[in-house]
């Protein structure tokens, strides 16, 4: 026996409703809090859909009639999901991990990167910027004479009685054209991108594993 907490993993197929998720996120989070259960990453695909974070600015939202959207109780701003995009949605008891909000974000942005790079994709972290970006030697450099840059991952969380829901989302085949209803996180001079759009053909079960082993690594679970 280690001490250590346990964390299920959880991998749903098809598409999942997004009311639903946050439904069963809400009762995870509320039974982890009570002793009742143990921690858990759910690994979903939603339908084309903007969630609207704590920070959303209604401006931000340039195609309402698009998508479906969604008011979510997660920081941030404007997001997409949508098929091709795994998100991880990680149900974790941040009172026994230390209490530390600071620590545990940066602990998801790690877990990003670690999974970035077991594709041979250099994920970033950049001042003011929520999530995770690439740098772009392939694109002009910006007005500015700066490298482009891409977001590739999106971090957006939730603490209830020190337990964590909501959590991250990667790129991995999405189309990327659905971005174009909003400005993701208020960011206008930045684009998105995708692993196969950095031309790596992995596939979902391939993030899936890295997710895991990457989880491992930075969690220590």
Known sequence: ??????????????????DFAVSEMEKRADAIAAGTADEAIWLVEHPPLYTAGTSAKPAD?????????YTSKRGGQYTYHGPGQRVAYAMLDVGKRGRDVRKFVQQLEDWVI????????????????V??????????????????EDKIAAIGVRLRKWVSFHGISINVEPDLEHY???????????GVTSLV???????????????????GKVFGD
């Open 1 to 18: 026996m280690t001490g250590k907490p346990m964390v299920e993993w959880i991998i749903s197929s098809g598409l999942t409703d997004y």
């Open 61 to 69: 939202l340039t195609d309402p009639d698009r998508f479906p959207v």
């Open 114 to 129: 670690c999974t970035l790079e077991q594709f041979n994709v250099k994920g970033e972290r950049r001042e003011g910027r």
């Open 131 to 148: 999530g995770v970006w690439v740098v772009r030697d392939d694109k002009p450099l910006n007005a500015g004479g700066s490298q482009a």
């Open 180 to 190: 174009n209803g909003i400005v993701p996180c208020g960011i206008t001079q930045y």
């Open 197 to 215: 759009d950095l031309g790596r053909p992995v596939g979902m079960a391939d993030v899936d594993v890295a997710l895991r082993h990457c989880f």
